[in-house]
């Protein structure tokens, strides 16, 4: 009579998921996710959105992928594990929601933040213009001195 022996177990292929729970850690996962958040943000092009602003949009993409991911396990699985306790997921995820508001509020993607970055563009604006306004104002003056001087030297 043989002996059983346990066979080698096979090694897992290059780009498994066999230890994924919700994939929220998982860079592969979520880099796919904001890849597709900033593609569309890009095409959307809000006007106010400037080059400077990408690492931004990256941290916000980041956060809303990863809620994103952590909301669908937990809508599939429950907040509460078997014993009634919020699974650390659940702590996970109101992290990740409140980076991602966050994000949304820096960038202007929310109707209050919105309406103070238009507010805060507007009253910029409003300061550059009467700036110039005093510029022009002190080169008119100095044009008229130079014209009552040069009138007087006659």
Do not use: C
């Not at 809000?46 to 990408?54: K, M, Q």
């Not at 966050?102 to 507007?122: I, K, N, V």
């Amino acid at each position: 009579m043989s002996t059983w022996e346990p066979r080698p177990a096979e090694p897992f292929p290059p780009g498994n998921a066999v230890a994924v729970t919700h994939g929220a850690k998982s860079e592969r996962l979520v880099k796919a996710d904001v890849d597709a958040l900033l593609a569309t943000i890009t095409a959307a092009a809000p006007p106010w959105l400037e080059f400077v602003d990408r690492p931004s949009l990256d941290a916000w993409a980041y956060a809303e992928a990863t809620a994103a991911r952590l909301r669908v396990w937990l809508d599939e699985h429950g907040h509460l594990d078997g014993k009634g306790k919020p699974r650390a997921a659940s702590t996970l995820l109101l992290q990740w929601e409140r980076r991602a508001a966050d994000s949304r509020g820096r960038l202007g993607f929310d109707p209050l933040s919105r309406a103070r970055l238009g507010r805060d563009t507007a009253v910029a604006q409003a300061a550059a213009a009467g700036a110039l306004d005093q510029i022009r104002a002190t080169g008119a003056q100095t044009r008229a001195g130079r014209e009552h001087t040069s009138g007087e030297d006659e």
